[in-house]
């Protein structure tokens, strides 16, 4: 868990970006803060960025708990404010993930260690999908046409999910440790 204190200090600092503020022509691309560091520290980023998702995951899943027990008169712009919440988070860190991915694939000449952060991103998506299916699935507007079965198959499917996602992790890790 990553805590007020750790999160700060390894947070991404935002980028201000003279050239729009002064009006002149942008001719440099943004400094990126992970460019010169050491590929352990970009997998220790990429570790830190699924620790934030997996908090995401939790904070989706408490709020449609909460939306399910504040019936019979449900409180979907609270559910709503959270997945917005989420939405946002989850695509800050996907665009973190995917800068990193680049700089393994490009700069850093890694294409394992890349593939391995391109899996990564893949399995997150097909796991938010399929979280986001099961919670439309468990709304009280499709309760009375639930298919057990499929939801089953559903939860199984976040599980196995979530395992290669480990999987994934540890290859990193792994190869990562190889790399240098």
Known sequence: MITTGAAAENAVPAVIDVAVASGAPALEEPVWP???APIRTLVQRIHQLQDERAQGFRKL?????????????????????????????????????????AELAGPRGQPLLAGHVRSLQQLEQTRLAT??????????????????????????????????????????????????
């Open 34 to 36: 992970w460019k010169d």
């Open 61 to 101: 899943e408490e709020g449609h708990r909460q939306y399910l027990r504040s019936g019979p008169h449900y409180d979907f712009p609270s559910y709503r404010n959270t997945v917005h919440e989420v939405t946002q988070a989850f695509a800050a860190a996907s665009r973190e993930v995917l800068a990193v991915e």
């Open 131 to 180: 979280v986001a299916l099961l919670q439309l699935m468990g709304t009280p507007e499709v309760t009375g046409q639930e298919d057990p079965v499929r939801m089953q198959q559903l939860k199984k499917k976040v599980i196995k999910t979530m395992e290669a996602i480990s999987e994934v992790l540890q290859d990193l890790r792994f190869d990562a440790e190889s790399a240098e």
